[in-house]
C-alpha cells in the first residue's frame, strides 16, 4: 500500500522539478515557434480542434490568446507528469514514478515540440499517449477507464501535429541543440532524440534483465519486453510515417521510460536519496539550451492585421505612437510573419496623408533599416519592426496613415488578401 503523506510528497517534488520545463511559457510573448503566431491566433479564430479546447476554453474565460494558450501548454506538461507518475507508480513504485515523469518532460523530442513546433497537438498527445503504462500489468477497470480516455485523445491529436521533414537516423541520439551555445532559435534542427539519459537507462535494463533472468519476477520480465517491442515498433513506425514522425516519437518515449525506469528494482541502490537524486538531475542537465528557447515579445490580437499576396506575408499586428498632428513624430510599431519563403525583397511603404490623399510625409525602404530584408525571412518567424515619420509643422490638421509592400524594381503594390493594395493605419 502506497502512503498518502508519501505520495502527496513526491507529487510536491515532481511538480517543483517540472517547473524549468514550463517556466519559459510565463515570459512575455511567444518562444520563436516555426509556426510563429498562427497557434496562438488559431485559439481566436479558424476551425476548433480537440488540442486548442483547453485554450478556447482560457481564452472564452477573459484571458488574450496568447496567454490562453501558453497557459494551455503548462497544462498540459503538468497533466503527462502526473499520468506518468500515477501510471509508473503504480507498476514500480513512487521513485521510479517521478523519474519517469522527468525522463520524458526533458526529453528533446517533447521539449522541440514544446518550443520549437509549438503544436497544442503534442503536449496534449503527450498526456493521451501517457496512458499506455495504465494499461499494463493489472488491468482493472479503474486503469481501463483512464485509457478510456487517454485513447480518444491520443487518436484526435495524432495526425494534428506539425508535419516535418524525414527523419534521419542519427537524430535518435544526438539532439542538435545540445551542441548551440545559448539558446534555441527557429534555425535550430528538431531535436527527435528521446533523451540520452533515456535510452541509456533503457539499454542498461535490457542488459541486466537478459544477462540475469532471476533478477525480476516472470510477471514484470514479460512487462519489460512489451515496453521494449512497443517503443522499437513506434520508432519503425515513426520512419514510415513521413511528415508525421514527431506523433510517433513522443508516444514512443512512454514505454522507454517505463522500460527505463525499472532500474530502481534491478539496482536497490538507485534508490538511496543520494543516487536517486543524482538520477533525477540527469535528464535536467541534458537537456542543455533547450530549457532556454528564444521568445519573441509579440502583442497577439484576434485576427491578423492583414495578410499580402497569396498567403506570403502576414501582419500579424500594427499600432500607432504618437501624436498625429503638425510637427509631431509619429512611430508605426509592426509585427511581420513569413507564411512561406519570399522570393523578393519588397519595400515597406508607410504614406501620412490628407483627406484629398495627397501625401505630405512618409517611410519607404527596408524592414529593419535594411538588416532582415524579407527574402532572409524564414516561414514562421516572427520580426517585430519599428518606423518614425516626422510630420511637417505645416501640415492639415485631418491627416491619415497608409501602408502596405511594394516591389521597388516596378512599383506595383502586393495586393492584400482582403483586397485592394495598402491599410488604413489608426490610433
Do not use: C
Not at 501548454?73 to 506518468?84: E, K, Q, R, T
Not at 506539425?162 to 534521419?168: D, F, G, V, W
Not at 508605426?332 to 510573419?337: C, D, E, G, P, S
Amino acid at each position: 500500500m502506497h502512503s498518502r503523506r508519501t505520495t502527496i510528497g513526491y507529487l510536491i517534488l515532481l511538480m517543483l522539478l517540472t517547473i524549468p520545463v514550463w517556466a519559459p511559457l510565463t515570459r512575455p510573448g511567444l518562444p520563436a515557434w516555426r509556426a510563429g503566431a498562427l497557434p496562438a491566433l488559431a485559439v481566436s479564430a479558424g476551425p476548433l480542434e480537440a488540442a486548442l479546447l483547453p485554450a478556447r476554453l482560457l481564452h472564452a474565460a477573459g484571458l488574450g490568446a496568447a496567454a490562453a494558450l501558453k497557459l494551455s501548454l503548462i497544462l498540459g506538461v503538468l497533466l503527462a507528469a502526473l499520468s506518468l507518475f500515477f501510471g509508473i507508480r503504480r507498476l514500480w513504485g513512487e521513485r521510479a514514478g517521478v523519474l519517469a515523469a522527468l525522463l520524458a518532460l526533458y526529453s528533446p523530442v517533447f521539449l522541440s515540440a514544446l518550443y520549437i513546433e509549438g503544436a497544442a497537438a503534442s503536449v496534449w498527445l503527450m498526456v493521451g499517449a501517457s496512458s499506455v503504462v495504465w494499461n499494463a500489468g493489472d488491468r482493472s477497470w479503474k486503469e481501463f477507464l483512464i485509457v478510456a480516455i487517454g485513447l480518444p485523445l491520443t487518436i484526435v491529436t495524432l495526425f494534428k501535429t506539425t508535419p516535418q521533414p524525414p527523419l534521419a537516423f542519427f537524430r535518435l541520439f544526438e539532439a542538435p541543440w545540445h551542441w548551440q551555445i545559448q539558446t534555441v532559435d527557429p534555425r535550430t534542427p528538431f531535436a527527435w532524440s528521446p533523451g540520452l539519459a533515456l535510452l541509456i537507462m533503457s539499454i542498461i535494463t535490457i542488459w541486466r534483465l537478459g544477462g540475469h533472468r532471476s533478477l525480476a519476477a516472470k510477471k514484470e520480465r514479460r512487462l519489460i519486453w512489451e515496453f521494449l517491442l512497443a517503443a522499437l515498433l513506434l520508432v519503425g513506425v515513426a520512419f514510415l510515417a513521413g511528415e508525421y514522425q514527431t506523433a510517433f516519437l513522443l508516444i514512443s518515449v512512454m514505454p522507454l521510460a517505463a522500460m527505463a525506469v525499472y532500474l530502481l528494482r534491478l539496482f536497490p541502490d538507485l534508490q538511496k536519496p543520494a543516487l536517486w537524486a543524482a538520477l533525477l538531475l540527469t535528464p535536467i542537465l541534458g537537456a542543455g539550451p533547450g530549457l532556454s528557447p528564444q521568445f519573441v515579445d509579440v502583442a497577439i490580437p484576434e485576427h491578423p492585421a492583414a495578410i499580402f499576396g497569396d498567403q506570403q506575408i502576414m501582419l500579424i499586428n500594427i499600432g500607432l505612437d504618437g501624436e498625429l498632428a503638425p510637427g509631431q513624430t509619429i512611430t508605426v510599431n509592426a509585427a511581420w510573419q513569413a507564411l512561406q519563403p519570399i522570393d523578393f525583397d519588397y519595400n515597406i511603404f508607410i504614406h501620412v496623408v490628407d483627406d484629398l490623399g495627397n501625401t505630405v510625409a512618409q517611410f519607404d525602404g527596408q524592414p529593419q533599416g535594411g538588416d532582415r530584408p524579407m527574402t532572409s525571412w524564414l516561414p514562421g518567424e516572427i520580426i517585430p519592426d519599428a518606423y518614425a515619420i516626422t510630420l511637417p509643422a505645416d501640415a492639415p490638421a485631418s491627416l491619415h496613415v497608409q501602408m502596405g509592400l511594394y516591389n521597388w524594381q516596378t512599383l506595383k503594390r502586393l495586393p492584400l488578401a482582403a483586397g485592394g493594395d495598402s491599410l488604413t493605419i489608426g490610433h
